[in-house]
């Protein structure tokens, strides 16, 4: 919830600038100005980094001479108040043999953060680069050889933002599912049996209402800056933005600069870096959708119940955040296996996701999910996570069959160099409410649809391409889990 309420405030007051929101209370303690962050790159290019505060400060990490004592500055920042709700419905109708179960639910939450007044705290960097001239970084230090080993960056905290006084976040959730069971026995044709019919109705409602207090002090969202350290122990502080950090090894230079880096901090980048094109070209080869194609492979089963749950978890994004570091992990952990066969870990790898899915479904295909389709789920969640809270909130209530049809369109647009005939579009979306859902869709990432007479186009502007390949692939593996569901 702490974690939900900072993320709202450096998405509103920042969101395409330097501040890391503060994910946990636990962490406020260690972000002192110059106290060192870990920032650890993820495997696809698009993610953002993960940032972990450390017990030590440059100064830790320095050979010999006194300790640094930064020079900080204090300034009044701003007042936030903020409330966010939400409001989503869903059901589900089916009938097989004699029965049919129709499931029904209603949810609501409302989260509230009051932080009140704010303050800033900046580090003084050319006192900074004036105490610390010639000082070298201790190489056999337990945290850089650590980090070494692992190819992560280590930053210093260069402003962080803080509460001063006592203050409140607060979530108000209430859901509400209707379960209906009808059985039905019939005769057989000219048989004497009667016509037996039974009808059962529950109703589950959960309310769920914290708050949590925060003390003056608390620091909520920080900026770093990253340093380059060369194995001899010289070290840079990394100035110029797009700058980024790194250890020295043998085969890549520490001169790199924006032109191949991500051009802030969250890892959203724009379209005319290297990364961007890169990342671009691959789109247009396919190559992502060919790492998501094994989803079509899963049973029918598992792939209904797949696409439920994800399109639930697009209204909580902490929800989609926390199912994202899950697969991480379990992915992780496949690559490092020596024998992905092996059995033992094939049934609790399984057991993790589908106990974190929620699905009886899903629980009677344990053994389904093999290590090509465990990337794909991981693929596809990480592409959802770097969209905005609005396309998500789109892409929660699509159903199969727009879905299907707005990614037969997205290729189209993408493949074409001219205008596509608007009698050529999918017939789906010839209907008004999904073709403006399909300019409700591309608008929330900047992208226009633009229509003239007979004709129909893509208008990227200031979109960054990055967010049209996630949105993409977004689509196109929600529409292989949905693709027996529209047929």
């Given at each position: 919830m702490f974690s939900k309420a900072t993320a709202r405030f450096v998405r509103q007051i920042d969101p395409d600038g330097s501040l890391i929101h503060v994910s946990r209370v636990n962490d406020s303690h260690k972000l002192l100005p110059m106290a060192i962050v870990v920032k650890r790159n993820r495997f696809w290019a698009w993610q953002r980094p993960k940032y972990h505060p450390t017990?030590?400060?440059?100064?830790?990490?320095?050979?010999?001479?006194?300790?640094?004592?930064?020079?900080?500055s204090e300034a009044e920042f701003l007042t936030y108040q903020g409330t966010f709700g939400d409001e989503y419905?869903?059901?589900?109708?089916?009938?097989?043999?004699?029965?049919?179960?129709?499931?029904?639910?209603?949810?609501?939450?409302?989260?509230?953060?009051?932080?009140?007044?704010?303050k800033k705290?900046?580090?003084?960097?050319?006192?900074?680069?004036?105490?610390?001239?010639?000082?070298?970084?201790?190489?056999?230090?337990?945290?850089?050889?650590?980090?070494?080993?692992?190819?992560?960056?280590?930053?210093?905290?260069?402003?962080?933002?803080?509460?001063?006084?006592?203050?409140?976040?607060?979530?108000?959730?209430?859901?509400?599912?209707?379960?209906?069971?009808?059985?039905?026995?019939?005769?057989?044709?000219?048989?004497?049996?009667?016509?037996?019919?039974?009808?059962?109705?529950?109703?589950?409602?959960?309310?769920?209402?914290?708050?949590?207090?925060?003390?003056?002090?608390?620091?909520?969202?920080?900026?770093?800056?990253?340093?380059?350290?060369?194995?001899?122990?010289?070290?840079?502080?990394?100035?110029?933005?797009?700058?980024?950090?790194?250890?020295?090894?043998?085969?890549?230079?520490m001169s790199r600069s924006c032109d191949d880096s991500l051009t802030t901090v969250d890892g959203i980048f724009n379209g005319d870096t290297v990364q961007g094109a890169a990342l671009w070209r691959s789109h247009q080869n396919e190559s992502q959708y060919m790492d998501l194609s094994p989803l079509g492979n899963l049973p029918q089963s598992v792939r209904l119940?797949?696409?439920?749950?994800?399109?639930?978890?697009?209204?909580?994004?902490?929800?989609?955040?926390?199912?994202?570091?899950?697969?991480?992990?379990?992915?992780?952990?496949?690559?490092?296996?020596?024998?992905?066969?092996?059995?033992?870990?094939?049934?609790?790898?399984?057991?993790?996701?589908?106990?974190?899915?929620?699905?009886?479904?899903?629980?009677?295909c344990s053994q389904s999910v093999v290590p090509a389709q465990l990337s794909s789920i991981y693929l596809l969640v990480s592409a959802m996570e770097e969209l905005p809270d609005e396309t998500l909130s789109l892409l929660s209530d699509s159903r199969p069959d727009f879905l299907a049809s707005f990614d037969k369109l997205m290729v189209w647009l993408q493949e074409s160099s001219t205008p596509l005939s608007m009698q050529s579009i999918p017939v789906a979306l010839q209907d008004s409410q999904f073709f403006q859902q399909a300019e409700q869709l591309l608008s929330s990432i900047n992208v226009m649809l633009r229509t003239d007479t007979d004709q129909l186009w893509m208008e990227t502007g200031d979109s960054r391409d990055v967010l049209l390949l996630v949105l993409s692939l977004s689509v196109f593996g929600l529409s292989l889990l949905c693709a027996s569901l529209h047929e």
């Open positions: 017990d030590f400060t440059l100064s830790d990490l320095l050979q010999g001479g006194k300790a640094l004592k930064p020079g900080v419905t869903g059901k589900l109708d089916t009938e097989a043999g004699p029965g049919s179960v129709s499931v029904e639910g209603l949810g609501r939450s409302k989260l509230q953060s009051c932080f009140g007044k704010l705290e900046e580090l003084d960097v050319k006192k900074l680069l004036k105490d610390s001239n010639n000082r070298l970084v201790d190489m056999q230090h337990v945290l850089v050889q650590q980090m070494e080993k692992r190819a992560e960056v280590l930053t210093v905290v260069k402003e962080r933002i803080l509460t001063t006084n006592s203050c409140s976040v607060s979530q108000t959730q209430k859901q509400q599912c209707t379960f209906q069971g009808v059985l039905r026995l019939l005769g057989l044709p000219g048989s004497s049996v009667k016509v037996l019919s039974g009808k059962e109705v529950n109703t589950v409602q959960l309310d769920c209402d914290v708050s949590l207090e925060i003390p003056s002090g608390t620091v909520i969202a920080y900026s770093i800056l990253e340093l380059e350290i060369k194995k001899t122990g010289h070290y840079d502080i990394c100035l110029q933005p797009g700058t980024i950090g790194g250890f020295e090894n043998d085969s890549v230079s119940a797949l696409s439920k749950k994800l399109q639930e978890t697009l209204r909580d994004r902490a929800a989609l955040s926390y199912l994202q570091c899950l697969l991480e992990e379990l992915c992780s952990s496949e690559r490092v296996q020596t024998d992905v066969t092996d059995e033992p870990q094939e049934v609790l790898r399984n057991s993790v996701i589908l106990d974190q899915l929620d699905s009886d479904c899903l629980s009677e």
